[in-house]
């Protein structure tokens, strides 16, 4: 019964996110254990003027930052379980113009946690490609003292693409890509999405200041600092389903249940590490991963061990291993959907809902 009403509870949410309060016109929920998907459903159409292409399971979401902690730091955490990467190497190691006594002592580690003194963003336009950014961003002034504190950073990601691909030899979707190989999952979450799978995937429309504005993108990358890398970076550009998000989930919760037979970066001891929260103060940042606040978009009742991510199209993932529970939520706010805050008020009615499932 509690089931029942919990998935009820969290149905009548999302129904009132896309046709009440237009937060965002699609939608794909699943919720699960380690064992397998208790509950997958889809809600609304593609936009909220074409009823005709209704959202569904299968339906292809941009999963914004969803990319830092999927991929990046699962590269990352493979790289360094594979020698060829140390989570303590200065960040001037990888990057001649990262100079400079306030700069010196960041490491890959303060990258991972948001705390090497960037700032979010960059105050001019996106540079083209990655020399005009590695030069922006390390010559930039630092907004704070590393480990001072924690501010979520797209730039700090950026570079970490940047070094996972020097020192994995390969492209960051490639070796993205052999992660997905590794963990024996198939390949419904990828960089980009191919011309054939484009009717299936949830449109975007682009920020004011995005020189792309005025059309709307269709499997292309929303961000447009990723559009600029390429469609491939270490902060945005990943696309997946619900079912792919959640199977991805699914494994990292068997792992962070201490389930041995999980491969690397989501074996027990990898995924402990990648969501031990920052002894940075203040900071409820892990290694690319959030963790648990009352006051976040996971709610009020999961567990202290939960972790998870937001994205800013309108995507989630957390994962409670207390609870042996996962939660994937995938929409397209930026399609004339709502606020972030209309989106955090979602998120968090929606975890609160599925807390007795």
């Not at 919720?31 to 209704?54: I, M, N, Q």
Request: hydrophobic content about 45%.
């Amino acid at each position: 019964m509690a089931d029942r009403a919990a998935v009820a509870a969290a149905r009548a949410t999302l129904h009132r996110a896309v046709a009440a309060d237009r937060v965002f016109p699609a939608a794909v929920a699943e919720a699960g254990d380690s064992r397998g998907v208790l509950w997958r459903e889809a809600f609304g159409a593609h936009t909220f003027h074409d009823a005709g292409r209704p959202a569904h399971e299968r339906t292809i979401f941009d999963l914004a930052s969803l990319a830092k902690p999927i991929a990046t730091t699962s590269i990352v955490m493979r790289l360094a379980a594979d020698a060829m990467l140390d989570l303590r190497e200065p960040v001037a190691t990888f990057f001649r113009e990262w100079r400079g006594e306030d700069r010196e002592p960041a490491t890959v580690l303060d990258l991972l946690e948001h705390a090497a003194g960037l700032a979010a963003r960059l105050v001019d336009p996106p540079p083209n490609g990655r020399r005009e950014f590695e030069h922006e961003i390390c010559t930039m002034r630092l907004e704070y003292a590393v480990r001072a504190k924690a501010v979520y950073s797209d730039l700090g990601f950026i570079l970490l693409g940047f070094i996972a691909a020097d020192r994995g030899r390969r492209s960051l979707d490639a070796l993205f890509n052999a992660v997905i190989d590794g963990l024996g999952l198939d390949r419904s979450l990828s960089f980009g999405v191919p011309d054939s799978e484009r009717d299936r995937t949830a449109p975007t429309m682009p920020l004011v200041e995005d020189l792309r504005r005025g059309r709307a993108l269709v499997g292309e990358v929303h961000d447009n600092y990723a559009a600029a890398l390429g469609g491939v970076a270490g902060h945005a550009g990943l696309f997946g389903t619900a079912g792919g998000v959640g199977a991805f989930a699914r494994i990292a919760l068997r792992g962070a249940r201490g389930d041995e037979t999980v491969p690397i970066p989501l074996s027990p001891a990898l995924i402990a590490r990648a969501t031990r929260k920052s002894a940075v103060p203040g900071s409820s940042r892990a290694l690319g991963w959030d963790t648990m606040l009352p006051t976040s978009s996971c709610g009020t009742r999961m567990s202290e061990a939960a972790f998870g991510h937001v994205g800013f199209t309108g995507t989630s993932v957390w994962i409670d291993p207390a609870r042996d529970r996962y939660y994937v939520l995938l929409t397209n706010r930026v399609c004339g959907g709502g606020t972030t805050e209309a989106m955090r008020t979602v998120r968090r009615t929606f975890h609160d809902a599925l807390a007795a499932l």
